[in-house]
C-alpha cells in the first residue's frame, strides 16, 4: 500500500513543494552541509543516542554534481534560487525507472505518430508506464533543501567513479546473452524490483523515492531497526562505543540485502554491511538491469560478494539525519565512492497523521508477472522487440561507461 | 470458563509458572475436561515473576528473538503423523509431525457452511491458480506474508524490537513484518495481510489488537482460514527471562459460531549469535508461482 496517496499526479505534488521551498531555505532550516556544532542528539531512556523518527528521504540534490559546479561542493543561495526558477530543481528518485518509463512513453509516442495501425491490437502498447507511476508519487510534503551541488562527495568532482574493465566485458556478455531472450521468458527476465525481491538494494534503497518517501527508525538497546518502504526490517545489531563489532556471518550466507553491523562513535551510528548476494548472473533483466545511479549499485554485474557498505547516521539538529554512505566494491568500480543525504523529519507523522509505513505487499498481488509471462509468450516476436528496444536504452549508458573508463586510464596515464 | 484459565497465571515463581503453563497447556489440549488453574490459585502463589524492564522504562522487555516449537503450522487441531503432499519425491522430507494442536478445546468453532470451505482449502492447499494467485492455495506455498496469528508459530524465528513508544515485530519468514504503536490506537486505512495492530500493556502482558485484515491469509496448511470481519487480540506474557507465552482470541462472525483461543509458548533463541537472517522467499517460489505459465506457452509455440 502506498500512503498518503491522494488525487494529485506528480506535477501536482512537486508544484506544492515547490510553494514550500523559498520558505525553508529563508529559515534556514536546510541544511547547507553543516553541523549545528551546538546541537547534540538526545538521547533514548537507555542511554544511546536517539535516531528515532519517521525520515523522509527524499532530496532536490543531483546524485551526480552538473558539470557547471566543477569540484564545489556548495552552491550559493543565489544559484539555488536560479536553478529554481530554470526549473532545474527536481526530486530526486531512487527509482530510475521513472526515467525509463519516460524514455519509453516518448518513444511510444513517436511510434504512434507514425503508425496507421496504431496499436496492432497489442495489449500494453499504449501503457508504457508513466502515467501509471505517476499516480503513485503524489505526496503533500516536500524535503527539505540542501545546497549541496552533489549527493557524491568523493571522488572530489562528484561523479561516480567508472566501472572496471572486467565489470564493464561481464555486463556485455550478459548483453550478448540478453539478445536470445525476449521480455519476459520467464520471471528471471524481469528486474529485481519487478519480481518483488527488492526494490533496489542498498544503498539505494535508503535513499528517497517519490513513491514511498518515508523510513522509521525504531530502537531497542543492542539494535537499531530501520522499518523500509518495500517491504522489510533492516534490523542493525549494535554494540556500545569500545566494544567489539559482532564478526559477520559465514561466508556461505549471502542475502539481498547484506548483513548489517554497527557500532555507536559519539552521536554517529556507525553500519558496516556485507555478504550482499550477486544479484544479477548471467543474464541481465530485460527491464530493471544496470542503469546509472546509487540506486542501482546492485544491478552492475559482479555487484555483490566483494561488496561493503559504510554507512554513517548522525542527527545533526532535531529534524535533520544526516546520512552519508561509502561503497567500495573493487571488482565494480575502479575506487570507492562517498556520498551524502539529509532525512527529514516527516512533518505529516509529526503531526500525527500517520503511525507507522502502510504494509508494501508486493510479490502477493504480482498479475504484473503473470501478465508479462503470458503477453511475452503469446506473441514472443513483439517480446523480442520490444526488450530489443530496452537493450538500446542500456547499450547507451554501457556505451558511455566505456568513454569514462578510457578517459580515466588515460587521465592516469598522463600523470605517470 | 475455558478462556478465562490462562488470564492472569503468571503471578508465580518461574518454575510454578512454567510447570502450571506447560500442565494447564496439555490439560486443555489433550482433553476438553481440563483442568482449571484459577486466577485466585495462580494470584496465591508464592512470587510473582518480574520480567527485565526496558532500561529506562516502567515497561518489560520483550525484545529478543523468539521461535514457537509447536507444529501447528500444519494444523492448529490435533493432528495425527501424515505422509506429506508428495511422498514419491520427498520421503519424509515433507511429512507431517504429529502434534496435540494448539486450540483451547482442541476443535475450531465453524459454522457448517464455513467448514465446508475449509475442507476445501486443505484439498487444493497445493494448487497453484495462476487467474487466482491470492485466492486458491496455501499462501505460504507462495511466500506470502503468513498473517497473524500464522507468522507467530511458522517454524520461522521472530524478533520483537521494543521502544518507548512502539514496538516493530519483524518475522523471518518473506521479511513480513508490523509495527505496533502502544499509545494511541487508530483504525486501519485499508484492508492487509498483516492487519492493523494497535498495542496497550495490561501489566506486564503485552496486548494486541490486530484487525483490518483482508481473506486471504489462512491460519495453517490444514486449510483454516478467515473472512475479512477477523479480529485477533493476541497476549504475550514473560514467564521466564528465556519464555513468553502467546496467546490469541480469535472473532469472526462470518466463519466461526464464537470466538476461540490458542496458546502456546514462545522460546527465547538464546545462541550468542541468533540473528534473523534473510528469508525473503520469493525467488525459491517463484517457478511454483509461475512455472505452469513457462510450461504453456512452450507447448503452444508461442504464436499469436
Redesign the interface.
Known amino acids: 500500500?502506498i500512503p498518503r496517496m491522494l488525487a494529485a499526479t506528480r506535477t501536482l505534488a512537486v508544484g506544492g513543494a515547490v510553494l514550500g521551498l523559498a520558505s525553508s531555505v529563508a529559515a534556514g532550516q536546510a541544511p547547507a552541509g553543516q553541523t549545528d556544532s551546538e546541537y547534540s542528539s538526545p538521547r533514548?531512556?537507555?542511554?544511546d543516542p536517539n535516531l528515532?523518527g519517521m525520515w523522509d528521504t527524499r532530496t532536490y540534490t543531483p546524485f551526480e554534481r552538473p558539470t557547471e559546479f566543477g569540484t564545489r561542493e556548495f552552491m550559493t543561495e543565489e544559484e539555488a534560487a536560479e536553478r529554481e526558477r530554470l526549473g532545474l530543481r527536481r526530486l530526486v528518485s531512487d527509482d530510475d525507472d521513472d526515467a525509463l518509463a519516460a524514455d519509453l512513453v516518448e518513444q511510444d509516442v513517436g511510434r504512434y505518430a507514425r503508425s496507421d495501425a496504431p496499436d496492432n491490437g497489442r495489449p500494453g502498447y499504449r501503457i508504457a508506464g508513466a502515467e501509471y507511476n505517476a499516480f503513485w508519487s503524489a505526496d503533500p510534503t516536500s524535503p527539505a533543501v540542501s545546497l549541496r551541488t552533489s549527493q557524491i562527495v568523493d571522488p572530489p568532482d562528484g561523479q561516480m567513479p567508472p566501472l572496471t574493465r572486467d565489470a564493464l566485458v561481464q555486463w556485455e556478455a550478459r548483453e550478448e546473452a540478453r539478445r536470445e531472450r525476449s521480455q519476459a521468458?520467464?520471471?528471471?527476465d524481469r528486474g529485481l524490483s519487478e519480481?518483488?525481491?527488492?526494490r533496489n538494494g542498498l544503498p539505494g534503497e535508503m535513499l528517497g523515492s517519490s513513491q514511498q518517501p518515508l523510513k522509521?527508525i525504531?530502537?531497542?538497546?543492542?539494535?537499531v531497526?530501520i522499518?523500509m518502504p518495500y517491504?522489510?526490517?533492516r534490523?542493525i545489531?549494535v554494540t556500545a562505543t569500545g566494544e567489539d563489532q559482532?564478526p559477520p556471518?559465514g561466508s556461505a550466507?549471502r542475502?539481498?540485502?547484506g548483513?548489517s553491523r554497527g557500532r555507536w562513535e559519539d552521536d554517529t551510528l556507525v553500519v558496516e554491511t556485507t555478504n550482499f548476494k550477486n544479484t544479477v548472473k548471467t543474464v541481465v533483466p530485460a527491464h530493471g538491469g544496470p542503469f546509472g545511479g546509487s540506486a542501482h549499485v546492485h544491478y552492475y554485474p559482479g555487484t555483490g560478494e566483494t561488496f561493503r557498505l559504510t554507512e554513517r547516521f548522525t542527527r545533526i539538529n532535531q529534524d535533520t539525519l544526516e546520512y552519508r554512505y561509502t561503497v567500495e566494491d573493487p571488482a565494480v568500480f575502479v575506487s570507492p565512492w562517498s556520498a551524502v543525504n539529509y532525512f527529514t523529519l516527516d512533518s505529516w507523522a509529526v503531526e500525527?497523521n500517520q503511525?507507522?509505513?502502510?504494509?508494501y505487499?508486493c510479490?502477493?498481488?504480482?498479475?504484473g508477472?503473470?501478465n508479462a509471462?503470458?503477453a511475452a509468450?503469446?506473441?514472443?516476436e513483439w517480446a523480442l522487440d520490444e526488450a530489443a528496444r530496452e537493450a538500446g536504452i542500456r547499450e547507451r549508458e554501457l556505451r558511455a561507461k566505456q568513454e569514462q573508463l578510457r578517459q580515466w586510464e588515460a587521465s592516469r596515464q598522463d600523470r605517470r | 470458563m475455558c478462556t478465562r484459565v490462562m488470564d492472569k497465571p503468571w503471578t508465580m515463581s518461574v518454575r510454578m509458572a512454567l510447570s502450571t503453563a506447560m500442565a494447564t497447556f496439555v490439560a486443555v489440549t489433550a482433553s476438553p475436561g481440563y483442568v482449571v488453574v484459577g486466577e485466585a490459585q495462580g494470584q496465591d502463589q508464592a512470587q510473582t515473576y518480574q520480567a527485565p524492564r526496558?532500561?529506562?522504562?516502567e515497561r518489560p522487555?520483550l525484545?529478543g528473538i523468539w521461535q514457537a516449537f509447536v507444529t501447528a503450522n500444519w494444523d492448529l487441531e490435533p493432528h495425527g503423523a501424515d505422509a506429506g503432499p508428495f511422498p514419491r519425491l520427498l520421503g519424509v522430507w515433507g511429512a507431517q509431525p504429529p502434534g496435540e494442536g494448539v486450540v483451547v478445546g482442541n476443535e475450531i468453532p465453524y459454522l457448517p457452511e464455513a467448514l465446508a470451505r475449509r475442507d476445501e482449502n486443505r484439498r487444493t492447499r497445493l494448487t497453484v491458480d495462476?487467474n487466482n494467485?491470492?485466492t486458491v492455495g496455501d499462501?505460504e506455498a507462495?511466500?506470502?506474508?503468513p498473517g497473524v496469528p500464522r507468522a507467530t508459530y511458522m517454524p520461522f524465528p521472530f524478533?520483537i524490537?521494543?521502544?518507548?513508544e512502539?514496538?516493530?515485530i519483524?518475522y523471518q519468514f518473506?521479511?513480513a513484518?508490523?509495527?505496533i504503536?502502544l499509545t494511541?490506537p487508530?483504525e486501519a486505512?485499508?484492508d492487509?495481510?498483516?492487519g492493523w495492530s494497535n498495542g496497550h500493556w495490561d501489566g506486564d502482558t503485552l496486548v494486541v489488537d490486530v484487525s483490518g485484515f483482508h481473506d486471504?491469509s489462512w491460519f495453517d496448511r490444514a486449510g483454516n482460514y478467515h473472512s475479512e470481519a477477523l479480529r485477533v487480540v493476541e497476549r504475550y506474557t514473560p514467564v521466564s527471562p528465556y519464555h513468553l507465552i502467546y496467546e490469541a482470541t480469535i472473532e469472526d462472525p462470518n466463519v466461526f459460531s464464537r470466538p476461540w483461543t490458542i496458546r502456546l509458548p514462545l522460546y527465547r533463541r538464546i545462541e550468542a549469535?541468533a540473528?534473523?537472517?534473510?528469508f525473503?522467499c520469493?525467488?525459491l517460489?517463484?517457478e511454483y508461482v509461475?512455472g505452469s505459465?513457462?510450461e504453456?506457452?512452450?507447448s503452444?509455440g508461442?504464436g499469436?
Open positions: 500500500m533514548t531512556p537507555w542511554g528515532e521468458d520467464d520471471w528471471e519480481r518483488c525481491i527488492t522509521e525504531v530502537q531497542t538497546p543492542g539494535y531497526s522499518v517491504g522489510y526490517v534490523i545489531p559482532l556471518p550466507i542475502q539481498w540485502n548483513d500525527g503511525d507507522r509505513l502502510f504494509e505487499a510479490h502477493e498481488h504480482n498479475y508477472m503473470v509471462i503470458r509468450n503469446t506473441d514472443r | 526496558l532500561p529506562g522504562t522487555d525484545s495462476t494467485v491470492n499462501p507462495k511466500c506470502y506474508m524478533q524490537i521494543q521502544s518507548t512502539k514496538i516493530v519483524a518473506s521479511s513484518n508490523r509495527t504503536p494511541r487508530t486505512p485499508v492487509s495481510w498483516m486471504l549469535n540473528r534473523l537472517l534473510e525473503k520469493v525467488d517460489a517463484e509461475y505459465l513457462v504453456t506457452s512452450n503452444q508461442g499469436r
